[in-house]
């Protein structure tokens, strides 16, 4: 008897796949090649966890396709790169027309668009499915974005639908994202989301902890209080699990942990898309640029040194706790707006008529940005799918008018005070500019006229007529 269901590559995200779809009933085949001086993953897998279910195992790719009914479908989980290009190239002479192969790695979409393109001759129906929520997510419920070669959608929803989180009415995170590489597009954007709300948290945190009175404790209750409110989220959730985390030594782990931010590639792939399209993705981008500040520890260490590390967060506790509220409430409803408008300049430019409601609703559960006040995001697109910036939906032009001066009075004394908050003084920045009928960019248009004879348009003209002065 044939599996339904083959995964490829049995790392922390496939194993724990395999034995979600193996728990739901379905029949599945794994591969993992073998490598030298390495244990046999595959005997290691079936012997340990996938013991005693409907799991075959092969270390041979040959053996692997013809396990599988026709058509085949099948998920690669490996490293993003090169190995997927290694496993395609391997299991493309046991393919037949129509099989279906789902790329579930963190891959960038520019190869996904490549892959794509090169397999189109084939008649392998090939799909990027960005799938987040780590290990907990892919053993018990993920969130899933597929796009690509719509062909395929029908034959894999049932498989993917089973594995992704639910919501509480039942209804799967995992929807059909879109055409070509908009599905690795859209996890990437959620993972450049992911590093906006991050950094915004962790600002959050040096105010308190600069401010001398919160001990890692009473900031665990401040974030459990802010998880009862408008920011519940996964994010918030563990942030406060990690400040009461204490090691056997009775130290508090958090404040072992050094300072320095790593990443792997997706927030850089993100600003770069920004770049790319003109799409201020500024929050995601100060966050992005903020770990490589982090990881720059000598140099912060020189920078000590010569203008001392004094830093101060100057506002009467009692008042702390409601402020900070407020102000991360109006930073990330500002990050998320951005991470929104890339999402839809990308849309136009490439032809995915992406949903953005759905695409809320998909991060509402499994991944690792979900959060309430997604539904919210869901409602305003629904509303309106044209939506020109989500800041000026309804309700979350309410939310901004009542949470902004909050977020300006924290920006305001943490500048005061000394402490480096990116992320956040860039979200107050762009709110403001988005608002402003007189921006300073005349004068930008000015000296680019000046020195270069770039010509402007002028207030007083139709738009699209150039001028030229001579300016001395
Ligand atoms: P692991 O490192 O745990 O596993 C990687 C898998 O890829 C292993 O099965 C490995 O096989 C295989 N592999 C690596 N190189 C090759 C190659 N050249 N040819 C064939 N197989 C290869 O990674 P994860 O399971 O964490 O991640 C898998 C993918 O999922 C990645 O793209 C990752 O970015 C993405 N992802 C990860 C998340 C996470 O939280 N961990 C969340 C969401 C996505 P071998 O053991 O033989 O080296």
């Not at 958090?254 to 927030?267: F, I, R, S």
């Not at 309700?395 to 920006?411: G, M, P, T």
């Not at 107050?428 to 009928?437: C, K, S």
Request: hydrophobic residues 40%.
């Amino acid at each position: 008897e044939k599996s339904e269901f083959g995964v490829v590559g049995l790392g922390v995200m496939g194993s724990n796949i395999v034995l979600n779809l193996a728990d739901k009933g379905v029949k599945v085949s794994v591969f993992n090649r073998l490598s030298k001086g390495k244990k046999n993953a595959v005997e290691a897998f079936l012997r340990g966890e996938g013991a005693g279910k409907k799991i075959l195992g092969f270390t041979n790719l040959k053996d692997f396709a013809q396990s599988l009914e026709s058509p085949r479908k099948i998920l690669l989980m490996v490293k993003a790169g090169d190995a997927v290009d290694e496993m395609l190239r391997g299991l493309l002479p046991f393919l037949s027309r129509g099989d279906i192969v789902i790329d579930g790695g963190n891959s960038n979409f520019k190869d996904t668009a490549r892959r794509l393109d090169e397999l189109e001759d084939s008649g392998i129906l090939f799909v990027g499915a960005g799938i987040s929520g780590g290990e907990e997510g892919a053993r018990n419920g993920a969130s899933i974005m597929p796009g690509g070669n719509e062909k395929a959608w029908g034959k894999i929803k049932p498989y993917l639908q089973k594995i992704a989180a639910k919501l509480p009415n039942g209804e799967p995170c995992c929807e059909w994202i879109g055409g070509g590489a908009s599905g690795h597009f859209v996890k990437t954007i959620h993972n450049g989301i992911e590093y906006a709300d991050m950094q915004m948290i962790a600002e959050i945190y040096q105010t308190m902890r600069k401010s001398g009175k919160f001990s890692n404790e009473e900031m665990a209750e401040v974030f459990e209080k802010f998880n009862r409110g408008k920011l519940e989220s996964f994010l918030i959730e563990i942030t406060a699990k990690i400040l009461r985390h204490k090691d056997e030594n009775g130290q508090f782990s958090l404040d072992l942990v050094l300072d320095a931010a790593g990443q792997k590639g997706t927030g850089k792939w993100s600003v770069e898309s920004g770049a790319e399209l003109g799409s201020p993705i500024s929050c995601i981008a100060e966050a992005l640029f903020a770990r490589f500040v982090s990881g720059m520890v000598e140099m912060r260490k020189s920078g000590a040194r010569i203008f001392g590390s004094e830093c101060k967060f100057n506002m009467p506790s009692g008042a702390m706790g409601a402020v900070l509220e407020n102000a991360l409430y109006a930073a990330k409803i500002i990050a998320y707006a951005q991470g929104f408008s890339i999402l839809s300049a990308a849309s136009k430019k490439f032809g995915w008529n992406l949903n953005l409601g759905e695409i809320a609703k998909i991060w509402r559960g499994g991944c690792i940005i979900r959060a309430k006040f997604l539904d919210r995001v869901t409602e305003a697109f629904s509303a309106d799918c044209d939506l020109e910036n989500l800041l000026f939906s309804e309700f979350f032009a309410e939310e901004i008018r009542s949470s902004v001066n909050s977020l300006r009075e924290v920006s305001s004394l943490a500048a005061q005070g000394g402490i480096s908050m990116p992320a956040m003084f860039s979200a107050l920045a762009y709110f403001d500019f988005v608002r402003q009928t007189e921006s300073p960019s005349n004068l930008i248009q000015a000296q680019r006229d000046f020195f270069g004879a770039h010509t402007y348009e002028r207030t007083d003209a139709p738009r699209g007529e150039f001028f030229h002065t001579k300016w001395e």
